[in-house]
């Protein structure tokens, strides 16, 4: 099982920008889809945004136009570029190869200012 371990996040004002950052322990070359998700306090988790390796991108209504995710195969890393930040972004973003309860340890993105 890839080992995951997410990076970047932190505390950004409003209308702000941040760059997270997966990396995987092993080649993602052949890993078919990899996700962004992310869990506010007292709410579920929710997709974020989703890529293929065929680079076919899936993106939650909230953060379409404003969030961008991208996978380097040769670095065996997932990122997540986040623009336009609102408070309601606020949250733990995970990400995930979608194996069975498979995730990294999460990143905390607080908003505010």
């Known amino acids: 099982q890839v080992q995951l371990v997410e990076s970047g996040g932190g505390l950004v004002q409003p209308g702000g920008s941040l760059r997270l950052s997966c990396a995987a322990s092993?080649?993602?070359?052949?890993?078919?889809?990899l996700g962004w998700y992310r869990q506010a306090p007292g709410k579920q988790r929710e997709l974020v945004a989703h890529?293929?390796?065929?680079?076919?991108?899936t993106y939650a209504d909230s953060v379409k136009g404003r969030f961008t995710i991208s996978r380097d195969n040769a670095k065996n890393t997932l990122y997540l570029q986040m623009n336009s930040l609102k408070p309601e972004d606020t949250a733990v973003y995970y990400c995930?190869?979608?194996?069975?309860?498979?995730w990294g340890q999460g990143t905390q993105v607080t908003v505010s200012s």
């Open positions: 092993r080649s993602i070359f052949s890993i078919y889809a």
């Open positions: 995930t190869d979608y194996a069975p309860n498979n």
């Open positions: 890529i293929t390796k065929y680079a076919t991108t």
